[in-house]
């Protein structure tokens, strides 16, 4: 059949309008997918996607949330952490990601107290929080923290020589409530002979290393707030037990004798020996997600005297290779098994708790050192974290999510000798030998035409 040359041109304009058209339709589907995403986990248990908890949470932020994340010029860390946060950007439009080299910024990073590659600040509601685990439940829990709009005042004793969370100097706190103040816990003192009576709406008393004795009417005003169920934190330090212990005989917690003292810090370095070293923590809200070791400078040993109003659990404990050393310490010093010295393993923290006739429970925590939070030393390894997490936890802020770890049930494929040599020869011999056979049927088919 003769086509004419004004059909000829009619084909050839239709084929261009359909070609203009299909490369238009291209191109807008290209623009939609910018606009709008789809996005399908078909996993087994939908480990790549958000579990329903945390899409619960996302779903009652309003406000944008803001996530710096200081990583060094690593493909692998930098792509997990922009996985894990486009999880959550998938469910909440207003999250953004900053991903900064602490190498090119270190200004930057010293600022906002960075000590691990990879860790992440964020930022909502005016409030910030640190992390430094790169998984759902951290990221859940602390977008959790920060949403908490409950007002908290933690009150710090002074009058006798405490730690001041308002100064600058080694020994005190001011470093310590300034990383309280960036999660929302606001800090305040009181001298109880100037202000005789404590603030009804405080959240919890700290006792930071007092140096003097308590007067009688200040022990009878912590006495009252203790009896009111309110929640206390008490760090003393060693050879202390006679100024805190109008405390301490009320809480069933007595002090030993002597000053921690930790071999095992020989192996980091370190060449004081009165540094004890904490590496294990037991399954406690405030400690169960610390993962690097805490520093505790000159820390006193402690024991449960038998007071039964309070349960006590050991909350901080030394390794093996520690001890209570009562004599000076200088020289070449060795555990002493004549005297009134205890073998390592020491405890220097307990948490105590209390259930009222409400129903409601007291929280209270001794722990027999303060240095670890004082300026110098809060930045030694999980000892930011360990303070952070104890005065929530002594604050009742418990609500952290839970959120099962997910994993491929089967990651491992199991094959036996007869299926590894019957894969074998297939993949060698009966596969090749069906493409060469139906190639050579194709050819002389063909060339029976």
Partial sequence: ??????????????????????????GLLAWLSTQYTAQSDWTANGRNSLSSPSIQLLKKLNKPIEITAYASESD?????????????????????L???????RPDQAREEGITSDGELIIRYNDKRESLQQLNEQALTNALQRLANSDQRWVVFLTGHGERNPAGQANFDFGVFAAELKNKGINSQTINLAATPSIPTNTSLLVIADPQAQFLNGEVTIIENYLASGKPLLLLSEPNQSAIVEPLTKQLGIELLPGTVVDATTQLFGIDEPTFALVTQYPDHLATKHLQAMSLFPGAAGLFVSGNNKYTAEPFLSTLERSWTETG????????????????????????????????????????????????????????????????????HDDSLIDIPAKTAPDTVLEIDETWSLIFGLGFLFVLPSLFIISGLVIWVKRKKR
């Fill in 98 to 104: 900053n991903i900064v080299n602490p190498d090119m």
């Fill in 76 to 96: 692998i860390l930098r792509q997990q952490i922009s996985e894990l946060v486009a999880k959550y950007a998938h469910h909440k439009t207003d999250v953004s």
């Fill in 1 to 26: 059949m003769k086509i004419s040359r004004k059909a000829h041109q009619y084909i050839r304009l239709q084929n261009i309008a359909f070609t203009l058209l299909f490369l238009g339709v291209i």
């Fill in 328 to 395: 000076p310490i200088e020289g070449q010093i060795k555990f002493n098994p004549n005297t009134d010295e205890k073998q390592g393993p020491i405890t220097i923290g307990y948490t105590l708790s209390h259930t009222n006739d409400l129903a409601k429970q007291q929280r209270v925590a001794v722990i027999g050192d303060a240095d670890f939070l004082s300026n110098s030393f809060l930045g030694n390894g999980a000892n930011l974290d360990l303070g952070i997490s104890l005065v929530q936890w002594l604050n």
